[in-house]
């Protein structure tokens, strides 16, 4: 199928992380982003305030919209209300393909964060838009947000095997897929290499020449045990599908400034 030049597409979350890759990447193949953000005088909780407006002429959404809880119940909340939303008001506006960024191995790890996201995939699938749900492993900025998740001398991090992939990558296939027809699960995204995020975070502190004391920890139960395992990997029985390619490593020399220690004088 031949890509439409010149769609609005909407961005719900163009703000964030994956969201400003998303807009610039629209933008590169001659696509118009339209950024639903409270900045942009659009409230995708509070009601949806905005959102009529903002999806005027709009004829996909993008919706990598995001909080910052380990709380199920506020993370069920989030989703459930900004999906609904953006569903309800696209319908209004005649939008005809919502897509929606999710994360590999949800259904498999026990996390407060993820029944929300599961709770988002089933709001999208019984809405009145057709839609496509890519699951995408963890981005290569994992590591680093799990490091000054709490600042001091101490990291802790949980022991936890993934296949990273750069959040570059992730927006760039999330634009691919909208300008597609729609296609209700997407074949899982992921990095070229199964990382161990305690290992991921020990060279970005080395890459930072920060001295902080690393200490790994197992999650307790079935959620640990999924962790560790393959619980957030691509399974291995399913249809192969498309992988990134930049590594942890070549991400860390092109976003992570090394910065020389002092030449120690004398001795």
């Known amino acids: ?11 719900a979350g163009g703000t964030g992380l994956v969201g400003r890759y998303v807009v610039e990447e629209l933008a590169a193949a001659g696509q118009e982003p339209v950024v639903l953000s409270r900045s942009r005088g659009v409230d995708l909780v509070a009601g949806g305030a905005g959102l009529d407006a903002a999806l005027e002429g709009v004829e996909a959404v993008i919706d990598v919209s995001n909080v910052t809880t380990t709380s199920a119940k506020k993370a069920v909340a989030f989703f ?33 964060y993820y029944r929300g996201k599961l709770r988002q995939e089933d709001v999208v ?12 492993t963890q981005f290569h900025e994992f ?22 992939v750069a959040a570059r990558e992730v927006a760039r296939h999330l634009v691919e897929l909208a300008l597609a027809p729609a296609q209700g699960m997407a074949p899982d995204l ?12 020990r060279r970005l502190l080395r890459a930072r020449h920060e001295r902080r004391l690393l200490l790994p920890v197992r999650m307790p139960g079935a959620t640990g045990a999924a962790m560790t395992g393959d619980g957030q990997l691509p399974l291995p029985g399913e ?12 991400w860390l020399a092109q976003h992570v400034q090394h910065i020389e220690p002092p030449t120690v004088q004398g001795g």
């Open 239 to 250: 249809p192969l599908g498309p992988r990134g390619s930049q590594t942890f490593d070549e």
């Open 125 to 136: 699938a019984s809405g009145p838009l057709p839609w496509t749900v890519l699951r995408a």
């Open 190 to 201: 992921a990095g070229p290499r199964v990382e161990q995020l305690v290992d991921m975070v």
């Open 80 to 112: 459930e209300t900004v999906g609904h939303h953006l569903l309800d008001a696209g319908a209004r506006a005649g939008v005809r393909h919502h897509v929606v960024l999710s994360i590999v191995g949800i259904d498999r790890v026990g996390l407060g």
């Open 143 to 164: 590591a680093a947000q799990t490091l000054d998740r709490v600042p001091g001398p101490l990291a802790v991090v949980p022991r936890m095997r993934t296949q990273p």
């Open 1 to 11: 199928m031949r890509e439409r030049d010149g769609m609005r597409i909407a961005v």
